[in-house]
């Protein structure tokens, strides 16, 4: 079954990945009609989108996905069809400082946009399983960690999160699906590795990296930077979520990577390599000489690694390597 969407809420639409899907589907699906739903927290910021062309089908709306109300309000008044669920709490450090925000944003507004679509689709307007779909973003951090010689992350591996951030999400996941068992709630979700490229919040590992060397500023990294992450440029990502949104399978889960493996030290001396050739500093010093070995964080996993087989099995495959996606970060962050 291929599904056409023609009016599509997209919840945090003013972050990071939200943002960059926003702006793929102006260039790749003009005539979908798209609404931001987005609550403006400190995460999320409206100038990512100012650069939308001036056609563009799209509206904002200043708002949380916690009120359901208004959730409601939008799906009749603009006849929404697919919902793509991108809003979240998902900075791991605040989760351990503040878990309570994570189980309110992350459950209890997944809990409120499930409870709203299964109210206005299923039950005043009576769609079948055809007419509509909720798609729900999440994290290969609800599977837990691997260690040196484990197998990547399957569709079948257990959840084993370990952080309040990876726990609700977890608890996010289980619901999408329980509504799709239970009510039939038409659903698709995707876990996804370590996400880069523009618009990227600044706590996150890359902006932090970019901003520390140019502002001749230490680079933090946690313990001895062994940790390994998959690593996903976003705008790759956000061509397997539409492509997601057309030919997923009701009910199943879907695991997209990059293929790319990196230690967090041989991303922070990429960067910096590359940064030494781009825009070498004024005392012809590395950039890798700001290197600074932090306390490790809390409970940190020390792998992740997805298997994107059956991703790929749709014919979806990433066009970025890290190198290529990381010139083009740099770029981005260089000139903007």
Known sequence: MIFTPKKMLVTGGCGFIGSNFIHYLAAHA?????????????????????????????????????????????????????????????????????????????????????????????????????????????????????????????????????????????????????????????????????????RQHGEKLIPTIIRSCLNEQPIPVYGDGSNIRDWLYVMDHCGAIYQLVQKGVRGECYNIGGNQEKNNLTVVKTICQLLDKIKPRANGASYADLISFVKDRLGHDWRYAINPSKMEALGWQPKETFESGILKTLDFYLNC
């Open 30 to 198: 003009p005539n979908i009609e798209i609404i931001n739903l987005d609550n403006l927290s400190f995460a999320a910021n409206p100038d990512n989108l100012k650069s939308l062309p001036a056609n563009a089908k799209y509206q904002f709306v200043h708002g949380d996905i916690t009120d359901k109300a208004l959730i409601k309000k939008i799906l009749h008044e603009n006849n929404i069809e697919t919902i793509v669920h991108f809003a979240a709490e998902s900075h791991v450090d605040r989760s351990i400082t503040d878990p309570g925000s994570f189980v309110h944003s992350n459950i209890v507004g997944t809990y409120t946009l499930l409870e709203a679509a299964r109210q206005v689709w299923l039950e005043e307007k009576k769609l079948t399983q055809k007419d509509c779909l909720f798609y729900h973003i999440s994290t290969d951090e609800v599977y837990g960690t691997l260690g040196p010689n484990d197998p990547a992350f399957t569709e079948q591996t257990p959840y084993a999160p370990n952080s309040p951030y990876s726990a609700s999400k977890a608890g996010s996941d289980h619901l999408v699906r329980a509504y799709f068992e239970t009510y039939g709630l038409p659903m698709v979700i995707s876990n996804c590795s370590n996400n880069y490229g523009p």
